[in-house]
C-alpha cells in the first residue's frame, strides 16, 4: 500500500508493558527508541553488529537483549513492533516483508512507505500526553511544534487531569455521566485559575458544582428486551450424583466465567457444597435452561437434555427473591448457616475480578449482600448458627455419643475443614489429627486447636486408628475408596468407621457404603440434623422472610424505574445539547461582558433547563407506562435523533 499518498494513520498509544519490542540498527535514533521502549516497559531486543556504551551497559544489566550480529530472517518471531533505524535499504525492505508476513507492527526510521506505524514527537505532562505527526513526511518539524508546545504546556495539566478523572468516577459511582459538551462547558477559566493555584479540591468542588445539574442517568442495561435469570442445581432439585457432576471448585470458577462471556454472556457463577447457580442478564430468547447449553456442555461435559429433570431455571422477580434467600441462609441445606453469605461475596468477587459482572448483576449482588447482613443483624437466624461442618460432627454425637474419648481425623484445611475441627474441639475430642496435601496450611490449622499434623501418604494408617473421619478437599478424584479401606478395615478389629464426606465433589467413593463396618454419611445425609434445626429457627426464619419480600420489591421497584430510564437520559441529552450551543451562540456576541456576568448566564440556561424537565420526568418516572413514556420520546423528537 503507497503510504506516501495521504495520511492513514489512526492516533493511537501502544501498552507495550511486558511485550518483545525488537530495534535493530546503531547509531544515536536507536540508541533513542531503545530507551523510549524501555521507558514504556516494553521488552527489548537490539539487533546490531555494533552498540553504544549504553546500550552496551544496558545488554550487561540484562535491561535489555542485544544480539550482536546483523539481521537475520526470523528475529522477528514473538514480538509485538518492530523498528528498523537502519540505512540499509535491503535491511529495511527484509524487515519490512517479514513484519508483513507476521503481521508485527513496523516503523522504519524516514521510510513512510513501509511503516504501518508512526512514532509521533509527545509532550507529557502527568498523565496527559500530547501526540504530534507530520505522518513522517518531516521529523525535524514534528520535534519543532514539540519543543513549542512544551513551552506553554503546564505542570497544571496534570493536575487538572487528576481532577477531572476523580469526578467523572465519582459520578460512575453514582450511576450518572455527563456529556461532552457538558465537560467542556466545564472546564472554564475559574475551574483552571483553581488549578494553577493548587487548589484540587476546590477544582473538584467547581466541577461538581458545574456539573451536577446536567449529569444524566447511565443508560441501564434493564429493559423490557431483558431480565435476570437463575439458572442451576442445588439441594433442592437435584441429588448428590447430579450436583457432582456440576460441581466447581474455588479454583475453576474464573476459568468457568471466561467461559461463560464467550459462550452466553457476562454472569456470577455461585457454587457452594450444596449449589451451582449461574446468575445471568437474559435477553429475549435466552429465558430457557437450552440457552445456556453450550456453556454446561463445555464446561460440565452434560447437555442440558441429559440433566433437565434436574435444573431448574428462575426469572426476574422469583430470580431475585431465590439470591436473596440464599444469601440470608434461608435456602441453605442448614437453615442460617453462616458460611453462605461469605460464598456469595466470594461469587460476586470472582465475577467482578474476571469482568463478568456489572450494571444490573452488580446491583442484584449488593441488593443480596445488604440482606444477608440484615438477616443476620435483625433477626436471630444467624445466632449460634449451625453450619454444615458443625451438622456433620452433630451427627457423629447422635450416632457415637460421647465424643471426648473418639478418634477423629480431619482432611483437609478449607473452610469446612477448619470448621469441623474446631467443633470436634468444641466437643471435646482430643485425639485430633489433621492431613493435607500442603502439611504447611495443615500445620498452621493444627496449632490453633492444638491437634496433631500428619502428611497425606500416612492416610491408611491414620484411617486404621480414627472412629471419626470428617473430609473436605477439592481433590479431582475420590481419597477414599474400596481398594484403601480393603486394606485398612482388617486391621481395626471390628470397630465400626465413621466417614463424614462435606466434599463437592465427594471425596468417600460410594461404593464403600457396601463394606461391613463403614458407615458414610455426605451432604445429603445432614437432613435429620438440618430438620432439628430448622424447627428450632422457624420463627427466625418468618422474620427473615418478612426482609427477602420488602427487599424483593425494593429491587424490583428499581427494576421497574430503569425502563424508562433510557429516554429520561436520551431527553436530558437533548435538552443539555440544545442548551450548550444556544449558550455559545448567544455568548460570542456577548464576549465583552465581565466573567461573573457570563457565569450568570450560564447559571440561568441550567436553571431554565431543569425547571422545564421538572415536571415531564417526573412524570414519566411515576408513570413508568410504555405508552406515556414513547409518546415523550416523540414529543421531544429521541427516535428522530
Known amino acids: 500500500m503507497d503510504r506516501t499518498s495521504r495520511n492513514p494513520y489512526y492516533p493511537a498509544f501502544l501498552d507495550l508493558r511486558g511485550r518483545r519490542c525488537v530495534i535493530i540498527g546503531a547509531g544515536e535514533i536507536a540508541e533513542r527508541k531503545v530507551q523510549q521502549v524501555l521507558a514504556c516497559e516494553g521488552n527489548v531486543t537490539f539487533i546490531s553488529p555494533e552498540a553504544s556504551a549504553s546500550i552496551r551497559e544496558l545488554a550487561e ?40 508476513a507476521k503481521g508485527i507492527l513496523l516503523n522504519v526510521v524516514d521510510i513512510p512507505a513501509l511503516c504501518s506505524f508512526i512514532a509521533p514527537a509527545v509532550v507529557e505532562r502527568g498523565p496527559v500526553k500530547v501526540a504530534i505527526s507530520t505522518g513522517g513526511a518531516s521529523p525535524a518539524l514534528a520535534r519543532k511544534l514539540r519543543e513549542s508546545l512544551e513551552g506553554h504546556a503546564s505542570l497544571a495539566w496534570a493536575d487538572a487531569a487528576k481532577a477531572l478523572a476523580e469526578v467523572r468516577e465519582e459520578l460512575k459511582q453514582g450511576g450518572s455521566q455527563a456529556s461532552p459538551d457538558a465537560w467542556q462547558l466545564a472546564m472554564d477559566t475559574q475551574l483552571l485559575a483553581l488549578v494553577q493555584a493548587g487548589d484540587h479540591e476546590g477544582a473538584k468542588a467547581r466541577l461538581r458544582e458545574s456539573l451536577k445539574e446536567v449529569a444524566v442517568p447511565v443508560v441501564s442495561d434493564a429493559n423490557q428486551s431483558t431480565h435476570i435469570m437463575v439458572t442451576g442445581v442445588n439441594h433442592h432439585t437435584a441429588p448428590m450424583e447430579t450436583r457432582e457432576q456440576f460441581s466447581l471448585t474455588r479454583a475453576q470458577v474464573p476459568e468457568a466465567l471466561d467461559l461463560l462471556k464467550q459462550t452466553y454472556g457476562r454472569g456470577v457463577v455461585v457454587a457452594t457444597c450444596n449449589r451451582t447457580e449461574i446468575y445471568t442478564i437474559a435477553e429475549n430468547g435466552q429465558s430457557t435452561p437450552k440457552a445456556l447449553g453450550a456453556f454446561f456442555k463445555a464446561q460440565f461435559g452434560v447437555g442440558i437434555a441429559e440433566a433437565e429433570p434436574y435444573i431448574f431455571t428462575l ?75 458443625r451438622a456433620s460432627v452433630e451427627t457423629a454425637r447422635r450416632l457415637l455419643g460421647d465424643l471426648r474419648s473418639r478418634k477423629a481425623l480431619v482432611v483437609g484445611v478449607g473452610e469446612a475443614s477448619k470448621l469441623a475441627a474446631q467443633a470436634l474441639k468444641d466437643a ?52 477414599i475408596g474400596p481398594l484403601l479401606l480393603g486394606e485398612v478395615m482388617p486391621q481395626r478389629q471390628d470397630r465400626p468407621l465413621f466417614l463424614m464426606d462435606l466434599a463437592m465433589p465427594r471425596d468417600v467413593d460410594p461404593a464403600v457404603e457396601d463394606m461391613p463396618g463403614v458407615h458414610v454419611y455426605d451432604l445429603d445425609h445432614l437432613e435429620m440434623v438440618a430438620e432439628s434445626n430448622r424447627r428450632e429457627r422457624e420463627a427466625e426464619a418468618l422474620k427473615v422472610e418478612v426482609i427477602v419480600d420488602e427487599e424483593t420489591a425494593k429491587f424490583q421497584a428499581w427494576w421497574d424505574t430503569q425502563q424508562v ?22 455568548l460570542r456576541s456577548l464576549a465583552h461582558l465581565p466573567e461573573k456576568d457570563l457565569q450568570r448566564i450560564e447559571a440561568l440556561s441550567k436553571a431554565l433547563v431543569k425547571k422545564l424537565l421538572d415536571a415531564p420526568i417526573r412524570s414519566l418516572r411515576d408513570r413508568r407506562d410504555e405508552e406515556h413514556t414513547q409518546a415523550a420520546r416523540k414529543l421531544f423528537g429521541i427516535d428522530e435523533e
Open 61 to 100: 544489566t540484562n535491561a535489555v537483549e542485544w544480539l550482536a550480529r546483523p539481521y537475520a530472517s526470523g528475529d522477528l518471531t514473538g514480538a509485538f513492533l518492530a523498528i528498523a533505524a537502519t540505512d540499509d535499504t535491503t535491511v529495511n525492505q527484509q524487515v519490512h516483508a517479514e513484519a508483513e
Open 428 to 479: 471435646g475430642v482430643e485425639w485430633l489429627v489433621i492431613t493435607n496435601r500442603t502439611p504447611q496450611h495443615a500445620e498452621e490449622l493444627a496449632q490453633d486447636l492444638d491437634a496433631t499434623v500428619a502428611p497425606l501418604d500416612m492416610l491408611p494408617e491414620l484411617l486404621a486408628q480414627a472412629d471419626i473421619v470428617i473430609t473436605s478437599t477439592a481433590a479431582p478424584e475420590y481419597l
Open 565 to 586: 430510564t433510557p429516554t429520561i437520559a436520551a431527553i436530558h441529552h437533548h435538552a443539555e445539547g440544545v442548551r450548550s450551543t444556544e449558550l455559545k451562540r448567544t
Open 315 to 389: 426469572q426476574q422477580e422469583e430470580a431475585v427473591q431465590h439470591l436473596f434467600r440464599v444469601a440470608s441462609g434461608l435456602d441453605s441445606l442448614i437453615l442460617g448457616e453462616s458460611e453462605v453469605l461469605g460464598q456469595v461475596r466470594e461469587a460476586y468477587s470472582a465475577a467482578t475480578t474476571q469482568d463478568s459482572a456489572g450494571g444490573t448483576l452488580t446491583k442484584l449482588f449488593h441488593a443480596a449482600l445488604r440482606v444477608g447482613k440484615r438477616a443476620r443483624t435483625e433477626t436471630a437466624i444467624g445466632r449460634n448458627a449451625m453450619s454444615v461442618s
